[in-house]
């Protein structure tokens, strides 16, 4: 397609399931960023891949939380033992390279509720 | 669906009308600016950027205002339509050397336009 894909639209969880996100970027994005976004609130940044690696995970809120992009496309967001903080909208977005187009391209994200 | 826009700030205007949504930055160093609309259940979509060399750029029926000094950030949506109603982001970024591209959100403000 022509957009960033995000799957599942929806997830509820159980507190203490692992849960795994997935996100399709645009294709031939090198840059590829996850988001959270809470009720009520801006996203807020997790981490960041240039191609398959991650050159930026100083959002990530604990390490519960893991992002991986092996290939360079697909990225798959992971957080483990869930709690009811992690209630929130996780958004994938990506890029052409930094310094040549600034705009990034949202996916409409993964609802994750915790119970 | 669950609302973006709960708790935000809200901006009533008639259909027809002009808005101005207005937004504070929090970094002097930033260098450039972006306006994204969120509607409920999608992810944000840009609608004009600046850079701050600039003090005011025009879009489609959407004017962007810099104002370094304050540090103070506006939307100005000409000939408000139903369609514009929606949670309104500012972000901000700084293209340093080790940037990565990733943007600090606003706080955010519902844009409610009444027919």
């Known amino acids: 397609g022509a957009g960033v894909s995000q799957s599942p639209r929806y997830k509820v969880a159980k507190r203490g399931q692992d849960v795994a996100l997935r996100c399709d970027p645009i294709?031939?994005?090198?840059?590829l960023f996850w988001y959270q976004q809470a009720l009520g609130q801006g996203p807020e940044f997790l981490t960041y891949f240039q191609n398959e690696a991650q050159l930026d995970k100083s959002g990530l809120p604990s390490d519960r939380f893991f992002a991986e992009r092996p290939e360079g496309s697909v990225s798959t967001l992971k957080i483990q033992r869930t709690q009811q903080e992690d209630s929130a909208v996780y958004l994938c977005?990506?890029?052409?390279?930094?310094?040549?187009?600034?705009?990034?391209?949202f996916g409409s994200g993964t609802r994750l509720t915790v119970v | 669906g669950e609302s973006v826009g709960l708790h935000l700030p809200t901006l009533s205007v008639q259909e027809g009308d002009n808005s101005i949504i207005n937004c504070a930055y929090s970094n002097s160093a930033s260098d450039y600016f972006i306006w994204y609309k969120q509607e409920s259940g999608k992810g944000p979509q840009f609608i004009i950027d600046i850079r701050s060399n600039m003090d005011k750029r025009q879009g489609q029926r959407v004017t962007v205002l810099l104002n370094k000094t304050v540090k103070h950030l506006s939307l100005q949506i000409a000939a408000t339509q139903p369609g514009d109603s929606a949670v309104y982001f500012c972000a901000e970024n700084s293209f340093s050397s080790s940037n990565t591209g990733k943007l600090i959100f606003g706080q955010g403000t519902t844009l409610q336009v009444k027919p």
């Open positions: 294709s031939g994005h090198v840059s």
């Open positions: 977005a990506s890029s052409t390279p930094i310094g040549a187009n600034y705009g990034y391209t």
